[in-house]
Each structure stands twice: as structure tokens, then as C-alpha cells.
């Protein structure tokens, strides 16, 4: 179910991006590529994650895996891919 706050979230979310593309607009192609550049380099530090852990799908549901990712511990991250054998 659909609360009100997540209206609120959907419908602010839906405004900031039509703020964000009337910014971008505004600015022009040589500002828009230096924004792009700044958020790529923050793509490795900023935005970057470390995993205590990578599991497979199976992996994942291991009853002893449950019990130590099921914690989540802070600073404890696992990630499940599900490409892995």
C-alpha cells in the first residue's frame, strides 16, 4: 500500500527532476559537460561501495549466510550477483 508520504516523495521527486532538466537548459553544453565530468570522477569515491562479502544466489540462501548478513551490521555490506557459481 501506497502511503501519502510516498506521494509526497513521488510527486517532489517528479518536480526536482523537472527543475533539474530546466537547469540544465539554462546552462548550456560547456557547463552540462563540466557537471557531467565532476559526477564522473565522483563515481569512484563519492558514490563508491565495499562489500565484506560478494554471494551467489545460492550462496544467498544459505541459512548460515542468513544469520551473518541477516545482522546488518553497520559497515557490513554483502553483495549478492547473481552471475556468480
Given at each position: 500500500?501506497?502511503?501519502e508520504h510516498t506521494d509526497v516523495a513521488i510527486v517532489g521527486a517528479g518536480f526536482a527532476?523537472?527543475?533539474t532538466a530546466l537547469v540544465l537548459q539554462k546552462i548550456g553544453r560547456?557547463?552540462?559537460a563540466r557537471l557531467r565530468e565532476r559526477v564522473v570522477k565522483s563515481l569512484k569515491t563519492t558514490f563508491?561501495?565495499?562489500y565484506t562479502k560478494t554471494?551467489?544466489?545460492t550462496e544467498a540462501?544459505?541459512?548460515a549466510n542468513i544469520a551473518v548478513?541477516?545482522?546488518r551490521a553497520t559497515g557490513e555490506k554483502y553483495l549478492?550477483?547473481?552471475n556468480k557459481a
Open positions: 500500500m501506497i502511503s527532476g523537472s527543475l560547456s557547463e552540462q563508491t561501495s565495499h554471494v551467489s544466489l540462501l544459505d541459512l548478513y541477516g545482522k549478492i550477483n547473481p
